[in-house]
């Protein structure tokens, strides 16, 4: 059954099911797909999280993803990410206010388990100006794909909610991407900077940031203007990472190679 209503500006394609979410939104971006599509699948066969890592998708739990078309420069793209994981954090608040965390750089923690993730994909058109920038969310609503690792994931049902159906969590989580949007078209980064960085876990404490072979190990400072985080390290200037994972604490060792799970 689709939901009732999505809120203005948003167009449906509701599928039973998808390889990825994101791979139809891509091509249906490229095909010239307006501004406010949303792919919206029940489960999918083959999802996909950053960097390369699979998305486990049994029904149950909500996997959409959703074609914008912003006015912004490509520098500025990954800013969106954060745009969304606010929306997410607004849609987890509704059952369970005040519990959930985000994770650099667009996760979303609930009581430190991952309970939702954000994949943002996005192509230049002429002049470097963005073309399409395709949205990709999943959130465990009622299901996660299990408790091993030194980063758990876990779901909204286990964290103590009621049953959210996905039907209902799209149109909410919709609702607070076109707000939280809104707020960064008119107040820019910084209002969504500053948003996220209250909500935030670990800022001011010791992280690792892992990417590939390299370790940067140092204190969370806080997020650049294009959604970089900025390590602080005795003796050097802070440093600005683009990419990478982050752990906390004095986890590292402990949680080298971790995967990513839905
Ligand atoms: C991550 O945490 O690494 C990002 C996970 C993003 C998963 C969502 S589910 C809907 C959309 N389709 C995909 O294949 N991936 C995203």
């Known amino acids: 059954m689709p939901p009732a209503t999505l809120p203005p500006g948003y167009a449906l394609i509701a599928l039973d099911e998808a390889g990825s979410t994101n791979d139809e939104a891509k091509a ?16 999918q066969r083959a999802g996909r999280g950053r960097r390369g890592r699979s998305w486990v998708s049994p029904p149950g739990n909500l996997y959409f993803s959703a074609v914008l078309r912003p006015v912004c420069e490509a520098r500025n793209v990954a800013q969106l990410s954060f745009v969304a994981a606010l929306a997410v954090l607004d849609l987890v608040d509704g059952p369970l206010p005040g519990r959930a965390r985000g994770k650099w750089p667009n996760d979303v923690l609930m009581d430190g388990g991952k309970v939702a993730g954000v994949l943002l994909e996005s192509a230049l058109g002429p002049g470097g100006r963005v073309d399409w920038v395709v949205l990709g969310i999943g959130v465990n609503l009622a299901s996660h794909p299990g408790l091993e690792g030194p ?88 440093l ?22 839905g």
């Open 28 to 43: 249906r971006a490229e095909a010239g797909a307006p501004e406010g599509t949303v792919v919206w699948a029940r489960q």
């Open 151 to 238: 980063i758990p994931s876990t779901s909204l049902v286990d964290a103590g909610a009621p049953t959210l159906a996905p039907e209902d969590a799209l149109p909410s989580v919709l609702a607070a991407l076109d707000r939280r949007r809104r707020e960064w078209e008119t107040q820019g980064f910084a209002a969504v900077r500053s948003a996220w960085l209250a909500r935030v876990h670990g800022l001011g404490g010791p992280v690792t940031v892992t990417n590939g072979e390299r370790r940067l190990t140092g204190v969370f400072e806080g997020l650049d203007e294009e959604g970089a985080l900025v390590l602080a390290r005795p003796g050097t200037a802070p």
């Open 240 to 261: 600005s990472i683009s990419a990478g994972d982050v752990i906390f604490g004095d986890r590292a060792d402990a949680e080298a190679g971790n995967a990513a799970r």
